[in-house]
C-alpha cells in the first residue's frame, strides 16, 4: 500500500511537471494577465472591405470591427518552444470572427450562435511573446457580444498552460463609413451581400445605401 501510495505521488508530481505554466498572456506593457481572467473588448476600429454592384463595379467602404487588442502569448521558460493556441468561440453574436497568431491567420463567417474552434501554432525563443492581437477581431454587422476563450498550450505541456475569456461588445451605435445611424435618412438602394439589387428586404444580410451616400449592413431575420 505505502509503495502504491508513494508512485501515486509520483505521477502526480510527474503530471504537474509536465504542464508547467510555460506559456502565458500579458499586456502590451509585459505585464501577466491572469490564469481563468475574463477581459473586454468594445473600442471600436474600422477596416476596409468592398461591395459589387449589379453594373460589375464595386465600391471600398469602411466597416466597424471589435479587435483584440493588447494580448499576447510569452514564453515564460529558459527555452525556445512551439505552443498550440485555440480560439474556442462559445458565442458568435453575428458577422464574422477572425483569428490571427503570428500572421497566420483564418477568418470565419458564420451564422448567428454558431460554435466553433480555430487553432493555430507558433514558437518563441525563451521569454519572447507571440503577437495574437494583430488582425485578431470580431467584424459584427449589429449589435451584441460575441464571446472567445484563448488557451496557450506549450509543447511539452498536457493541459493547456493557460487561458483568458475575452468578450467582445459592439453597441451597433458606427455604421459602415464611421457615420452614426441616422433613422430619418431614406434608403435609396438595397443589395445582397453578393451585390445583387434587391427590390425587398430579404433574409440574411442587406447592404443599405442611404442618400447622403452612407453604407449599412443589417441582418434582417
Known sequence: MKKLFTLCIALLFSCVAMNAQSFIFVDGDGNTIENGATLTMDKIGYKEDFIFNPDGSYEIIQVPMIPLSGVYIK?????????????????????????????????????????????????????KTIDI???????PVAAGTTTVKISAQGSKSMLPDSEITINFIYDGTASIDGIQNNADNKVVARYSINGQLLDAPQKGINILKYADGRIEKVIVK
Open 75 to 127: 514564453n515564460n521558460s529558459s527555452e525556445a518552444l512551439s505552443c498550440k493556441v485555440s480560439y474556442d468561440v462559445k458565442e458568435l453574436a453575428n458577422g464574422s470572427f477572425a483569428a490571427c497568431c503570428a500572421g497566420n491567420c483564418t477568418s470565419v463567417p458564420t451564422e448567428e450562435g454558431e460554435i466553433f474552434v480555430i487553432e493555430k501554432n507558433a514558437n518563441a525563443d525563451a521569454g
Open 133 to 139: 492581437s494583430t488582425d485578431t477581431e470580431w467584424v
